[in-house]
């Protein structure tokens, strides 16, 4: 069994490597030396075109070779080569025989998650310059020592935890010992066995006041008085008009007052067909679906359903429905087309003026289509989605809420966070080609949601938990990464909506560890100088691990660092300034004339010196973490649509100290995660990929000039808080988006610098900066942070729920 799920593996490691090169490097000819034939065998099936065993060898465009430390390698004639291995040190002596023949490493052909170790050789006289070649080694080795240290810092703080568990576990038990031994004493003792009768009466009292109808009645009447009972009487008699009862009832979802509300105030909008398609459905699972359907409050809507499969009870089901409930249609496939064909078979079966995308095997909230209609009818939406829920087994066995923030694109371009439920219009379907894609089965709706979201003219998300979705063994509520093939369409379909809205990338990948989360490298077609600004005052060894961590880890050239003196007193400081400017000469220091600590002021002032067309604000108690930090904030920022780039910040312990700032949190604004282990995803995922946020910490926040110009700068009434979110909330005012990125990572010795503000005069201004911020922007505050969901405890920063009623 071992041996085949292996064989499996490598089959779909050589698919993907196939895939990959067959679309990166287009070569015109392919010789495949050594291997088992695995990868020979995925390029033919690629489309490649290989060369026989018998041609001469070293004559293709491209060779691979698998396995280079078992093959020895011929006199050469072609222009690439590609080594492919499990075990990187077994390229080294290939690559002495390559450079004798003139092929040199290109950088650029980067690994991919799991995927066998490969390393690309070019002849090019660009790779042939020996300081290049060294510097290309030297930053592959600082990625590799990057990973290293990551994979130490989270195995280190996974055992730290694991320890506090162990811990944890055995002081539990150590209390549960204690409380066996009290609960002992207790039952054994003389009170306790001649009060047993009386406790026997006092629990069957509350039993039956909780359950005899008078009881019940009299309780009732006390919460919502004659009025109010009179109505529920009413919604009760006119629920079992309008919910027949079948198996999945409406009112284990919303009490029956709503339901009848709802059914009474139907929204004006147009009908819905809900697409189905069917294959084998399970008995219980179709029967638990219609009902969902037919319990729906809003009326105007149609069920297609398209059947593929072979299982006869699953017409005979519907076709009984059908004949109770004419908005039940049914069509028999012919043949089996793929979740994909069979869908666009649901499509051309639909008639309503919107479509519904509904799993065969899932569950509607009765309310879900009523809120839907609502945003149809009053904000002239042309897309819907909603929050949804797993389950497993019965309905009432929840496992994952998803809450999910509204319309976001950088989520999206980083994982189907919108997924269930969805609906968009017919005239939009077709507008984006009227189909679902073959070619992106497993993430045929992603593809989907990529293209309409594209055209769509009003998205609108509604924050409620309306689709529940079932989990089983190889599902992909489940597990996504039970089916790989899922991950790769996603990766394709990606491709393609870069290729369609015209963004340039160099690639798009998965994620490592995190299955279904997609990162993208955007191609840097807008180069410049990035200008970091430092405001400093004393800690100079602070300073000086800062800067020599941004010469030391970076891999971006073209910088300057520019260090806004503060007031500084002692000699050291003034000692390292000196020497700094001495060791780089893209080193400045600036005098700011003001006086005590105005941070807005201070970057303000190092803004009008800068020469770059970014610029980063960057706090002197910082240290950069990650090799390509510059690059992976600047793919940012070049793009019009964005405004403040943030990175992931720790804290010397590893735990987050920075990703992302929840607007309106905490009062006022929060660092979401605060305080997560490093190696932690994050709730679902938000640690792991990049993503829209309303703010983020000026710590480390990248923003192109033109923007920070045309914003005026930081608010120098904020001397020290908040000026970093009102910059962003600003910015976003302005009409940007504001984005974090997990690729860019730093430690964050948070206030050491300036201190806490713990004196009476610092108590002050903290409070009168509260103030004026929640004054200017009170209409932001009320409205909630769209990045987020209203459906978050807004008095903590870790994503705990506080669902909102339905209404």
Same mark, same amino acid.
């Given at each position: ?11 779909? &490691? ?8 067959? &679309? ?122 990057? !990973? ?34 009290? $609960? ?16 026997? @009466? ?9 359950? %005899? ?76 679906? $219609? ?35 004419? &908005? ?83 989520? $999206? ?37 990529? &293209? ?99 010469? !030391? ?87 019009? !649509? ?29 660092? +979401? ?44 009434? @904020? ?7 009102? @910059?962003?909330? !600003? ?34 201004? @903290? ?27 807004? +008095?903590?920063?870790? %994503? ?8």
């Amino acid at each position: 069994m071992d041996q085949e799920k292996e064989t499996k593996r490598q089959a779909e &490691r050589c698919r993907a490597l196939a895939q990959r090169i067959v &679309r990166e490097l287009t070569p015109a000819s392919i010789q495949v030396l050594g291997g088992s034939g695995a990868l020979a065998e995925a390029l033919e099936k690629a489309g490649a075109q290989l060369l026989p065993e018998n041609a001469e060898q070293g004559t293709a465009a491209l060779l691979v070779v698998e396995d280079p430390e078992w093959v020895d390698l011929p006199a050469l004639q072609c222009a690439q080569v590609l080594l492919v291995c499990t075990d990187a040190s077994a390229m080294a002596d290939c690559a002495k025989q390559l450079a004798a023949q003139g092929l040199y490493r290109d950088f650029e052909w980067k690994n991919r998650g799991k995927a066998q170790q490969t390393a690309l050789f070019c002849r090019s006289a660009a790779v042939q310059d020996a300081q290049q070649l060294l510097a290309g080694y030297e930053m592959t080795l600082d990625d590799l020592r990057e !990973r290293m240290q990551q994979a130490e810092r989270t195995g280190e703080e996974q055992t730290a935890q694991l320890e506090r568990l162990r811990s944890d576990l055995s002081l539990s038990r150590s209390h549960e010992q204690d409380l066996e031994k009290t $609960l002992n004493n207790v039952t054994s003792s003389t009170f306790w066995k001649m009060s047993w009768p009386l406790r026997y @009466f006092v629990s069957k009292g509350r039993q039956l006041a909780h359950t %005899f109808p008078p009881f019940v009645f009299l309780g009732q009447l006390r919460r919502v008085g004659i009025s109010g009972v009179r109505a529920q009487a009413k919604a009760k008699k006119e629920y079992a008009k309008l919910f027949p009862g079948r198996t999945m009832r409406a009112d284990r979802f919303a009490s029956a007052e709503l339901l009848v509300r709802q059914v009474a105030d139907q929204p004006a909008a147009p009908r819905i067909s809900i697409v189905v398609p069917l294959y084998n459905t399970p008995q219980q699972f179709l029967v638990e679906l $219609l009902d969902s359907v037919q319990n729906q409050t809003y009326q105007n809507w149609e069920l297609c359903l398209v059947d593929a499969g072979q299982d006869e009870t699953v017409g005979q089901t519907v076709a009984a429905r059908a004949a109770e409930d004419p &908005r039940i249609r049914y069509q028999k496939l012919e043949k089996n087309e793929g979740i994909a064909g069979n869908t666009n078979q649901g499509f051309a079966l639909a008639t309503g003026e919107f479509i519904a995308l509904l799993d065969h095997d899932d569950i509607l909230h009765p309310c879900a289509l009523w809120y839907v209609a609502q945003a149809i009818a009053e904000q002239g939406a042309d897309f819907v989605y909603t929050d949804e829920v797993t389950f497993e087994g019965d309905i009432d066995h929840l496992t994952v809420y998803h809450f999910k923030p509204d319309y976001m694109l950088d989520n $999206l371009r980083s994982n189907n966070y919108i997924c269930h439920l969805s609906v968009f219009s017919a005239k939009l379907l077709a507008a984006v080609g009227g189909d679902e894609r073959a070619a992106y089965n497993g993430s045929q709706d992603y593809d989907l949601y990529l &293209r309409l979201t594209e055209k769509a003219h009003k998205i609108v998300h509604i924050p409620h938990l309306l689709y529940y979705w079932r989990s089983s063994p190889t599902s992909v509520a489940s597990n996504i990464s039970a089916k790989t093939y899922c991950l790769e369409a996603a990766v394709k379909a990606l491709y393609a909506h870069y290729e369609r809205v015209g963004v340039p990338v160099d690639e798009v990948s998965m994620i490592p560890g995190t299955p279904g989360f997609y990162k993208t490298d955007y191609t840097i077609t807008k180069p410049g100088r990035v200008s970091i600004l430092i405001p400093s005052c004393d800690h100079s060894s602070d300073l000086r691990t800062c800067v020599e961590s941004i010469y !030391r880890r970076s891999t971006y050239e073209d910088l300057e660092i520019i260090v806004i003196e503060n007031n500084s007193r002692e000699p050291a400081t003034f000692r390292c300034y000196e020497k700094l400017q001495k060791e780089h000469k893209n080193l400045k220091v600036i005098t700011w004339q003001g006086t005590g600590f105005n941070y807005s002021a201070l970057n303000n002032f190092g803004a009008k010196e800068a020469t770059g067309e970014y610029l980063l604000l960057l706090n002197n108690d910082t240290e950069v973490i990650s090799p390509r930090w510059i690059e992976e904030m600047l793919m940012y920022a070049q793009q019009d !649509r964005v405004g403040c780039v943030g990175a992931k910040l720790l804290y010397p312990d590893n735990t987050i100290q920075h990703a992302g700032i929840g607007f309106g949190f905490l009062t006022l604004a929060a660092h +979401m995660h605060k305080n997560f282990p490093v190696g932690h995803p994050g709730y679902m995922g938000r640690l792991v990929y990049a993503q829209d946020v309303y703010a983020v910490t000026a710590a480390c926040l990248m923003v192109r000039k033109s923007v920070y110009e045309q914003v005026n700068g930081l608010d120098e009434s @904020f001397a020290v808080a908040f000026n970093d979110v009102d @910059f962003c909330v !600003r910015v976003r005012e302005a009409g940007y988006t504001n984005v974090f990125t997990p690729f860019a990572q730093l430690y964050h010795y948070e206030s050491k610098s300036r201190g806490l503000d713990e004196n009476p005069v610092k108590r002050k201004r @903290f409070i009168s900066e509260v103030e004026r911020f929640q004054k200017r922007w009170a209409k932001q505050l009320a409205a909630g942070d769209p990045c987020m969901n209203p459906n978050f405890d807004l +008095m903590k920063e870790d %994503f705990s729920f506080d669902i909102k009623p339905l209404e």
